[in-house]
């Protein structure tokens, strides 16, 4: 996964990638659709769908108990998904994978654990001003139980990272840095091996958001060095209501466990319960079997579309997009860090957000409007709410041109 | 979906450009703030009353054409009113943008029935009664934070 060969040219046949997604063959009040809200959630390609439908018409059955070979199909089913998502993230081990339903219980998992059993009073939490709310909310719940404190280190105006002020927060009383790999507001690429080489020196465990990251670019959790990293099926171009969390197995190990129920435990009397093993301990209940399956499904399709390819078609995109956006007048791109990708958040000037999502759907163009969930991010920058057109793999030209054409039209109305 | 042009009609985006009472009265005998979170508008009313009737009114705040509009509009179709009166312009206001079978109270809204067109919008209804929320709020002399979520 992280071994790149640089021999073969990274070509991306658009078309056929598209047609692998029944999706986004649909018109919207007779337009095309031009789906580029990818930073929410992601189509999903037919493989995916096959998967799921093939699951539950034969071969539903709960997992870890049964003794019937249908059970026993399904639990390496769900196994097996364990192990391609590791291999996916590359971590050490299919044990050092928890499934969760999305990269927000995965890191509310960690507060709960992790996090509840490591804070005091005065103990600190580091993360960055551009986090998502699932990465600043889970914090502040815990923090205020242990009269601990949550702390951000600041952006710059075009949106990236001051480490050096990152570095100056940390000290004995942090017992964790929780960043963001790929911001989802502004695009930023954050240089997550730096931050955690920072944190290290002082002993001090970091956990990466990588919601956005993981399908724009290959991730490597060993290469990284981070002690947890969280990711959700759905912006995988897999189902909804999956997700994973990466942790490195002396921390999960050290972790009490987070939900209590059946499979996470190892014997259970009235008197005593002892936990289960590695990964399952962090599992209770049945899980989502068949989202888990599709998971694997969705990172085999990526393995197969080949991250070198996807790197560079949406790098072109991105470069493609950036360029027509600049060239509208009026238009202010929001986020322009030097390392970035695919995604462009933008205001246009005497337009607010919301009225250009309302105009430009008109056009069949999908774009999300909002502060995306990043309320400090826009504060920082003083915009109420921006616009943000995110693209994936199966984006083509065409659709940034029909978004700006749609952009035209806003400004027809708007004067 | 309907032509773009019946949710941004001509008078909308006139007081969109300009908005009317726009400010602040600063001996104001009632006030709220309205907040959508959704899409980060923020609206502020201030009222002085004579007798049950409304004085005079302002808004200030940032917010989309529908939303600034709304309350540009409203703080115009309000002005004299009886505070009974105003309750039941809200009540034929939030059908109106609310409820397909609603045309009969567009006569009565007079100006303010250019805001039909929202209810073929329905993630815009919350623009649309965020001033509407507001006002009501400070005439009911309830001082927290009014949010539409």
């Excluded at chain 1, 019937?68 to 390496?76: H, M, R, V």
């Excluded at chain 1, 999908?366 to 943000?388: E, F, N, S, Y």
Aim: glycine content about 10%; charged content about 20%; some cysteine.
């Amino acid at each position: 996964m992280s071994s790149v060969t640089a021999s073969e040219p990274a070509v991306l046949d658009v078309a056929r990638i598209r047609g692998q997604f029944p999706l986004l063959a649909q018109t919207v009040g007779g337009k095309p659709l031009a789906y580029l809200d990818n930073a929410a959630t992601t189509q999903k390609p037919q493989p995916v769908l096959d998967t799921l439908a093939r699951y539950y018409a034969a071969g539903n059955a709960n997992i870890h108990r049964g003794v019937y070979a249908l059970s026993q199909e399904a639990t390496e089913a769900y196994e097996g998904a364990r192990g391609k998502v590791a291999a996916f993230l590359n971590a050490a081990e299919p044990a050092e994978i928890v499934f969760t339903r999305n990269a927000t219980e995965g890191i509310n998992l960690v507060a709960q654990t992790f996090g509840r059993s490591r804070l005091g009073p005065g103990d600190e939490v580091v993360v960055s001003g551009m986090e998502h709310h699932s990465n600043i909310v889970p914090w502040q719940l815990v923090c205020e139980e242990k009269g601990a404190r949550l702390r951000a280190a600041p952006f710059s105006d075009a949106g990236e990272l001051l480490v050096d002020e990152l570095e100056a927060l940390l000290g004995p009383r942090t017992r964790l840095v929780s960043i963001v790999h790929m911001s989802n507001s502004l695009g930023t690429v954050n240089p997550v091996r730096r931050v955690v080489e920072l944190a290290h020196r002082q002993g001090i465990p970091v956990l990466v958001d990588g919601a956005q990251a993981a399908y724009h670019m290959p991730v490597d959790v060993q290469a990284i060095g981070c002690d947890f990293y969280v990711v959700t099926g759905h912006k995988l171009y897999g189902p909804t209501g999956i997700g994973a969390l990466y942790g490195r197995r002396a921390l999960l190990e050290a972790m009490p466990p987070y939900q209590g129920g059946g499979d996470m435990i190892a014997s259970v009397t009235f008197e005593r319960t002892t936990w289960n093993e590695l990964p399952h301990r962090f599992e209770a209940g049945t899980p989502h079997i068949a989202g888990a399956i599709g998971l694997g499904a969705a990172v085999d399709f990526i393995t197969g579309v080949g991250f070198d390819a996807i790197v560079a078609h949406e790098r072109r995109l991105l470069a493609y997009a950036t360029e027509a956006l600049t060239a509208v007048p009026g238009l202010r791109l929001v986020g322009t860090a030097a390392d970035k990708a695919s995604i462009l958040s933008f205001v246009l000037e005497g337009v607010h957000p919301h009225d250009i999502g309302t105009i430009v759907d008109a056009e069949g163009v999908a774009i999300r409007t909002g502060h995306h969930c990043t309320q400090p991010v826009m504060d920082r920058l003083g915009v109420p709410a921006t616009a943000r057109a995110s693209l994936a793999m199966y984006n083509t030209t065409e659709e940034v041109d029909q978004l700006v054409a749609a952009l035209a039209r806003v400004r027809e109305l708007f004067g | 979906m309907s032509d773009l042009r019946d949710l941004y009609q001509e008078v909308i985006l006139d007081h969109n450009r300009s908005p009317r009472n726009f400010g602040r009265l600063e001996d104001a005998d009632l006030h709220a703030d309205g907040h959508n979170p959704l899409c980060g508008d923020k609206l502020s009313i201030t009222l002085k009353l004579a007798g049950d009737r409304v004085a005079d009114l302002r808004f200030e705040g940032s917010g989309c054409a529908i939303s600034k509009a709304s309350a540009s509009l409203m703080t115009e179709g309000v002005k004299g009113r009886t505070l009974d009166e105003l309750r039941g312009l809200f009540d034929r206001f939030h059908r109106l943008v609310t409820d397909q079978g609603a045309a009969a109270d567009e006569a009565e809204l007079g100006k303010l029935a250019v805001f039909a067109g929202v209810r073929d919008y329905p993630a815009r209804v919350k623009c649309a009664i965020l001033a509407w929320h507001t006002l009501r709020a400070a005439v009911d002399d309830r001082h927290e934070v009014v949010s539409t979520e």
